[in-house]
């Protein structure tokens, strides 16, 4: 796979998931060597903090990075405890902590498995119970083993450096050498498609981390932004809360990098003065198949020749897909693991899917326990029996289903009204409410029969979605998608064996907090807002390109390239030179 960037004369018709202009490709707009600026602060460790404080600190400015959350190896202990024993960690979890949504659980849940779980029916019978009636060899493999969830969703949650911003601007080669300088592997700066995995994140960032501590910033893990520190409608500083207690940060600049489940953020801005308005977002479920399903829908007779070297996986793929050769990892001619990419509009709404995972898993991507978020992950290798995929539709910031009185939140009160629908559906306990996609289609409830195999390993509860959950107008353009243009791309996408778990709402960040042509709030001076959380970037690499931006214009326009500093090889510009 190959990514060309093209530039063309007029206007485009742009479609979300399918026609989308590149963001976030213009120039800082900050004259050069104008700063006065030398201390900043740092809201969050997502992709977008870690390179603003990397840029700003290689240019000798004096750095603070706070973070709710905790360093991965504290975090993935949270999320242990979470997956393993129901225990919520309000502060570090699945969306909050070092890297961001989606990059820290390093710790594994004890197992025996290998990526798969038991299913959970919360409506009666136990976990072993409830799964061993699973039909077919995905569904029989569940009853036998138990997770090992190292991460969470979100941003990092798969390792995905693909970006709509380009692939070969001078901010994007920086970000990619960057990675691997820090332990990714060195063919990503020539994959057109290229995939960390959600283990491959962990060493990483703790790698990173040690060049920001070499660099002199003054990393503080556990640490809460309370408020913004004001004079004379500027921004001086922030008030925060760690271990120690209250205090306050001065500083000439602050960077607010947090991620777009912050919603304390959000409140933080708005009452120092920041202007906030809201952003159109997609809303939806999270679509689960069976990976051997994928691989045949994708490759036909040659499905037989996806190998991941996960000996369940490997036969249940086989099973689906019998060939009389010998295939290993070491077979010639072998297939990566099919993936999809699916888009259809129906009346005003765009209906696509998104953040694929291939041998993936389904996980909670909450942070209070009164609602229920999915989003999905995968390893590097990718070898799951499941594959998952958002399936979502537009909302647009008019949309008749959003409380117009909300005013600038209509988004963020929609979103959460969703979540707190979803929690209740599933019964509590992170239990996820699911339903078959064929049900949801035919607009039929469950049948009385065992819940269907699922990656997610909390339980899953098998209910009416397609009644209780999206507005009818949002839920009818999704199953007209489904059953139309998916199933045309994809004959056999909308079967009993498609699983829909709910809800998927954190696409993006509901609310954009507006800056100006110089990176800078409009209202408030030296508050720069910044990264998928403000609404200016949307996965890893336009994070941390907008990071890499801001940190210019707080610069005064320039800045040391990070990239070349890292010492990595670019074979682009050993292209350009031949």
């Known amino acids: 796979t190959y990514v060309v960037d093209v530039e063309c004369a007029g206007a485009l018709a742009e479609q979300p998931g399918r026609c989308e202009r590149l963001e976030g490709a213009s120039p800082v707009a900050v004259p050069r060597g104008t700063t006065t600026k030398k201390s900043a602060v740092v809201v969050g460790s997502g992709p977008a903090g870690l390179f603003a404080a990397l840029q700003l600190a290689s240019d000798g400015c004096a750095v603070t990075l706070v973070e709710r959350g905790e360093p991965v190896e504290r975090r993935g202990r949270d ?77 990092w949650s798969d390792g995905k450096l693909t970006t709509r911003i380009g692939r070969n601007s001078g901010d994007v080669r920086a970000v990619l050498r960057t990675f691997v300088r820090h332990g990714a592997p060195a063919e990503i700066l020539t994959q057109g498609a290229p995939h960390l995995g959600t283990d491959g994140l962990i060493g990483i960032l703790k790698s990173l981390r040690g060049q920001l501590t070499e660099l002199g910033v003054d990393l503080r893990f556990g640490t809460r932004l309370l408020g913004l520190e004001t004079e004379d409608g500027a921004c001086v500083g922030v008030r925060v809360l760690g271990e120690a207690g209250e205090a306050t940060l001065k500083a000439d600049a602050v960077v607010c990098a947090a991620g777009h489940s912050a919603d304390d953020v959000y409140d933080a801005l708005e009452a120092a003065g920041a202007t906030l308005e809201a952003k159109p977002v997609a809303v939806g479920f999270r679509v689960e198949h069976p990976q051997s399903l994928v691989n045949g829908l994708a490759y036909g007779d040659l499905a037989c020749r996806v190998v991941t070297g996960n000996s369940r996986t490997d036969k249940a793929n086989l099973l689906r897909h019998p060939t009389d050769e010998a295939l290993s990892r070491d077979s010639e001619a072998l297939l990566p693991v099919a993936a999809y990419r699916l ?74 009204s969703l979540e707190r629908k979803a929690a209740l559906l599933g019964g509590g306990d992170y239990v996820c409410p699911v339903q078959r996609l064929t049900d949801f289609v035919e607009k039929r409830p469950p049948k009385k029969r065992p819940p269907p195999a699922s990656s997610y390993r909390l339980g899953v509860r098998e209910t009416s979605l397609h009644d209780d959950l999206l507005p009818d107008p949002l839920a009818d353009a999704l199953r007209a998608a489904a059953t139309g243009a998916f199933e045309r791309s994809m004959p056999g996408f909308v079967g009993d064996d498609a699983i829909l778990h709910g809800v998927e709402t954190r696409t993006s960040a509901p609310l954009r907090v507006l800056r100006d042509d110089a990176c800078e709030s409009v209202s408030l001076k030296n508050l720069y807002p910044c990264g998928e959380g403000a609404g200016y970037a949307g996965g890893i690499v336009s994070a941390a390109v907008d990071g890499l931006r801001v940190a210019r214009a707080v610069l005064g326009g320039h800045g040391s390239d990070v990239g070349a500093a890292t010492g990595v090889e670019d074979p682009q510009d050993v292209a350009a030179v031949a």
């Open 79 to 155: 999320i242990g405890r979470l997956m393993a024993g129901r225990q919520l960690q309000a502060q570090s979890n699945f969306c909050f902590g070092e890297g961001g949504a989606g990059a820290a659980a390093a710790s594994r849940v004890p197992s025996r498995g290998d990526g798969v779980v038991g299913n959970v029916d919360r409506r009666g019978g136990s976990a072993p119970d409830a799964a061993r009636h699973d039909e077919g060899p995905e569904g029989r493999e569940r009853s036998q083993t138990k997770a090992r969830t190292k991460n969470d969703a979100g941003t």
């Open 343 to 416: 888009a259809a509009d129906v009346g005003d709404h765009s209906i696509y899917s998104f953040c694929m995972c291939p041998g993936g898993q389904v996980v909670p991507a909450l942070t209070k326990p009164s609602e229920m978020v999915v989003n999905g992950m995968s390893y590097s290798r990718r070898h799951s029996l499941f594959a998952n995929a958002a399936l979502v539709v537009s909302v647009a910031t008019d949309d008749p289903c959003l409380d117009q009185s909300k005013g600038a939140r209509r988004v963020l009160a929609f979103q959460r």
